[in-house]
């Protein structure tokens, strides 16, 4: 393999290949079939998703904002379409953005915590499927999107769900990411030692990102597309 030139703008053009060749032969595997109740056409998917969009994210993106160069920082490498990017993102809503908006986002922005290991909450599974989620999706601002996506792909924040929304033994139709939503306690002196305890973040209510397993698909194409309209994909291959 060819040595990216720049990582976190390469790979994500790579897995859309990788994507593209090998997701024909997953799902026409009848072994995998048999033994896990259906192809492995959606663990493809959100393996190689994860490269796609946590590159991006963590080597451009999370860097906007910031004067120090990160040693993960890849602005300087592309100034240009750091700020192009920055201009797509900052202030803009998910519906400014319609390459990435048009496939049948939900969003909640705030539930109670559960756990995701268990079953979906039938309520929330119904509040999901609502009018009301899919035009809060469309209103997410872009730098909420982003975080939802970035944090539950990070920290395995993802559920399966079945094609009406619900946890079940059904083949997987739908993908769920989970965000937390996080709040710190103020640091506090202990009075026992006189050290300075800096507590944990609690988790006090979570984001709900859906989206159907097809239409998910579809976005990793269009987020490719995204960046290249920025010029990223242009610069690696000048």
């Known amino acids: 393999m060819g040595i990216p030139l720049q990582y976190s703008l390469d790979i994500p053009k790579r ?12 799902a026409a595997n009848e072994e995998h079939a048999r033994r896990y109740g259906g192809p492995l056409d959606t663990t ?11 590159l991006p994210i963590e080597r451009i993106m999370k860097h906007l904002d910031e004067d120090v ?21 900052r202030g803009k809503k998910l519906r400014n953005n319609a ?12 539930t109670q915590v559960f756990q995701t290991s268990n079953e979906l909450p039938e309520g929330i599974a119904k509040s999901l499927s609502s009018d009301e989620a899919n035009a809060s999706a ?5 730098d909420q999107f982003i975080s939802c996506l970035r944090n539950s792909l990070a920290h395995g924040g993802v559920m399966y769900l079945d094609q009406q929304g619900y ?3 059904k083949a997987a139709e739908m993908l769920l990411f989970v965000s937390a939503k ?3 306690p103020a640091p506090f002196v202990d009075e026992k030692t006189g050290k300075i305890i800096v507590p944990l973040p609690v988790t006090d209510g979570l984001r709900l990102l859906r989206i159907a397993t097809r239409d998910f698909r579809l976005f990793l194409s269009s987020w490719t597309e995204w960046l290249d309209e920025v010029g990223i994909l242009k610069e690696i291959a000048a």
């Open 99 to 110: 390459e990435l908006a048009g496939f049948g986002w939900s969003f909640i922005p705030r």
């Open 69 to 89: 160069v990160g040693y993960t920082d890849d602005r300087q490498l592309s100034p240009d379409v750091s700020r192009s990017i920055q201009e797509r993102i």
């Open 15 to 26: 897995c859309l290949d990788l994507l593209s060749f090998c997701e024909k032969h997953v």
């Open 182 to 184: 996080q709040t710190r």
């Open 167 to 169: 946890s079940s033994r």
């Open 138 to 142: 469309q209103d997410m601002p872009m």
């Open 44 to 54: 493809l998917l959100l393996a190689l998703a994860s490269q796609m969009i946590l």
